[in-house]
C-alpha cells in the first residue's frame, strides 16, 4: 500500500455535503483515509469571480498506482456531479493527489507533486494540519517549511474535519 494525500475542494452546491460524499466515495473504493484536516473556507485561486471553496486534504492508503488512482478520482468528481468548464473555475467537487508517497510522476495527464502545490495556501494549510514535517522530493522542504513562504491571508478555519 502506497501513502498518498489528495486535496479536496468544493465551491457549489452544498460544499460541505459535497466533501461529505467524495469522502464516502473515497472509502467505496477501497481507499483507507488514514488522517483528515481540519475544513477551510478560502478565497479563489487563479479566477476570483467566483463563490469561495471548503477546502481539506486527506491522508491515504491506497493499492492503486497513480494512474488508476487518477482515474478513480476523475470517476467519484463524476458522481458528485462536476462538470466539466474551465480551467480553474466554479466546480461541485475537485479531487487531486497532491504526493503519491515519495514519487515523483511526470506523465502527460498526471504531474506528482501537484505542480502548483507550493504557491497554495488552500492546500498547504489543511496539509500541515496532517503532516506538517512531510519533505517534498522534488524539493526537500517540509510542508511547514512550504507553508511559511505563501500568504495565508484568506485561508480560514471552519471546523475540525468532517
Request: proline letters at 7%.
Amino acid at each position: 500500500m502506497e501513502d498518498v494525500f489528495i486535496g479536496l475542494g468544493s465551491n457549489l452546491g452544498n460544499r460541505r455535503e459535497n466533501l461529505r460524499y467524495a469522502l464516502t466515495e473515497l472509502k467505496k473504493q477501497g481507499i483507507q483515509i488514514a488522517k483528515v484536516s481540519a475544513v477551510y473556507e478560502t478565497e479563489p485561486w487563479g479566477v476570483k469571480e467566483q463563490p469561495p471553496f471548503l477546502n481539506l486534504v486527506l491522508q491515504c492508503k491506497t493499492v492503486l498506482k497513480p494512474l488508476e488512482l487518477l482515474r478513480c478520482l476523475k470517476e467519484i468528481e463524476r458522481t458528485v456531479g462536476r462538470k466539466e468548464t474551465f480551467r480553474w473555475g466554479p466546480r461541485v467537487i475537485d479531487l487531486d493527489i497532491l504526493y503519491y508517497g515519495k514519487s515523483i510522476i511526470n506523465e502527460p495527464e498526471l504531474v506528482v507533486p501537484h505542480p502548483h502545490l507550493k504557491q497554495r495556501a488552500f492546500v498547504l494549510k489543511p496539509l500541515s494540519d496532517i503532516a506538517p514535517d512531510f519533505k517534498d522530493p522534488v524539493t526537500g522542504l517540509s510542508v511547514a517549511e512550504m507553508l511559511d513562504s505563501v500568504s495565508t491571508d484568506g485561508v480560514i478555519k471552519t471546523e475540525e474535519g468532517l
